[in-house]
């Protein structure tokens, strides 16, 4: 049902004609997957994913399409003008998706690892990234400040 | 209902994929793209943390939580770069988008 959701919710983000119901859409797809993520047992990436993206992204998203959304983008025309080999392409993709599917169904079996224990997930993941992947920690906060910095630096009036 | 195995999980993540793509080279409205991308996004840690779950170990949900910082920083420069854009000539529409055509 949620991945029914989250896939409604999809379909809903690439079609409408309003750019403001696209990012609502898209935030019924966030919280779709956000519940797709409970389900896998990772809570912790469900709430990043909420508070995040949801939350954070989406609002950036809605607040720049009050800032730039004209009145006459609702009567124009939504699909653009190379939208025929735009949808062939996507086939193509599907149909290659289809066939590795296909192909590699075997590989999966059907039986789940054990449910791990819920309270200390948050604790591994923290323990893993103070851990393993401490350089890719300090390389995402180094991505932020320069997301940051540009920005700020694009939006400016006068450089 | 059969067991939800993680093959359900990669085909949903396959959909939303496909979804987004068609988002991306269909859509008109440059903010309805970076919509899209961010469905493309969501569609790959979808994917990773089932991977995770397959697998018992917790790398899948780390690297997801990278992405969603990096989804972050780039929606956050691309809606920057649209404002600037936006300031200058007056279009969202990805056909008028073109002072570099020859």
């Known amino acids: 049902m949620l991945s029914g959701l989250a896939i409604a919710g999809g379909l809903l983000v690439i079609t409408r004609r309003n750019a403001v119901h696209s990012a609502l859409a898209l935030i019924v797809t966030l919280l779709a997957v956000a519940g797709l993520y409970l389900m896998l047992y990772a809570p912790f990436v469900a709430g990043v994913q909420i508070i995040v993206y949801a939350g954070g992204i989406m609002v950036l998203f809605l607040f720049v399409i009050m800032l730039v959304s004209l009145e006459r983008t609702v009567k124009e025309r939504q699909f653009n003008r190379i939208w025929p080999i735009g949808l062939l392409a996507s086939c193509a993709l599907l149909a290659l998706f289809f066939s590795v599917f296909e192909k590699g169904k075997k590989l999966f079996e059907d039986r789940l690892v054990p449910a791990p224990t819920e309270s200390v997930n948050t604790q591994k993941i923290g323990e893993m990234l103070y851990g393993n992947y401490m350089f890719a920690f300090e390389i995402a906060s180094l991505l932020l400040l320069v997301a940051i910095l540009g920005a700020v630096i694009m939006a400016k009036k006068r450089i | ?102």
């Open chain 2, 1 to 102: 209902m059969a067991d939800i195995g993680t093959l359900h999980y990669l085909v949903v993540a396959a959909a939303l994929f496909v979804l987004g793509v068609i988002g991306v080279l269909t859509r008109r409205n440059v903010v309805i793209v970076l919509m899209s991308i961010e469905l493309i996004l969501n569609a790959v840690n979808l994917n990773l943390v089932a991977f995770s779950r397959m697998w018992g170990n917790l790398h899948g949900q780390v690297f997801s939580i990278f992405i969603v910082v990096d989804a972050a920083a780039e929606a956050a420069v691309g809606l920057g770069i649209l404002i600037a854009f936006f300031r200058n000539k007056e279009t969202i529409n990805v056909d008028e988008i073109d002072l570099l055509k020859w």
